[in-house]
């Protein structure tokens, strides 16, 4: 079986851009969530998609905002960049319910913002 | 609120040596879940563990046991015999179930090298 697959797996944007990550999730999961993967702040939780609607939301800003389509895969905007917008962006799929069900992360993608 | 402390930020061993990762964690929930992952240099985190509040027996898998301690709100990772493979980032986290919905909680990550 497929692993989560992100795209792409680096990206170099400027700042005042916007940008789109895409994440497929492995097949047969419906839960997506995505986490930012920073040197200062560690790991923290973006949001979550289940079934095209978004679960929960994590404490980042409005410009930060993503979707679920009907395969269950999902894609993550993040609008007018800012430096330290840049991190590692993960994303993790699971079956259904995240207390039942572990994470399964893909491999990233690293955002950098000049 | 939640908070998952690991207060390791780096360790250094030299291969075959045992080596323990800790994990300090805080929430008012009595149900959750504790994780152990691992992020290789390639980036993705790759799931170790995951144990509920309910089930304190400790587990051994290979070379890698788990110690959940409620009474000190530990869940302590240890890595037996290392090896230069196990050379990655480990990520303690929580995850509590809560009305407004669930929310997982990552520490900061220690980073352990094992040298040959």
């Known amino acids: 079986k497929a692993g989560v697959t992100q795209t792409p797996r680096y990206l170099i944007k400027t700042r005042g851009q916007q940008v789109t990550l895409s994440c497929s999730p492995i097949s047969g999961h419906r839960s997506v969530s995505w986490y930012q993967q920073t040197p200062g702040q560690g790991l923290q939780f973006l949001f979550e998609?289940?079934?095209?609607?978004?679960?929960n939301k994590g404490n980042f800003p409005g410009r930060f905002s993503g979707r679920q389509f009907s395969n269950s895969r999902s894609e993550m905007n993040v609008s007018t960049l800012e430096l330290g917008d840049s991190a590692l962006y993960l994303c993790?799929?699971?079956?259904?319910?995240?207390?039942?069900?572990?994470?399964?992360f893909g491999n990233g993608t690293r955002l950098t913002v000049t | 609120a939640q908070k998952v402390t690991q207060a390791q930020t780096e360790i250094s061993v030299v291969e075959k040596e045992d080596v323990t990762l800790d994990c300090v964690y805080e929430?008012?929930?009595?149900?959750?879940?504790l994780f152990w992952y691992k992020q290789p240099p390639s980036g993705e985190l790759v799931f170790l563990i995951r144990r509920n509040s309910f089930d304190e027996q400790n587990e051994i898998s290979g070379r890698y046991s788990w110690n959940f301690q409620k009474s000190t709100s530990s869940f302590n990772f240890t890595i037996t015999a290392s090896q230069v493979v196990d050379s990655a980032v480990y990520f303690c986290a929580l995850l509590t179930l809560e009305s407004s919905g669930d929310k997982l909680t990552f520490g900061t990550g220690t980073r352990l090298a094992v040298r040959p």
């Open positions: 993790a799929s699971s079956l259904e319910d995240r207390d039942n069900s572990p994470l399964h």
């Open positions: 929430t008012r929930d009595t149900t959750y879940y």
């Open positions: 998609y289940f079934s095209e609607t978004q679960r």
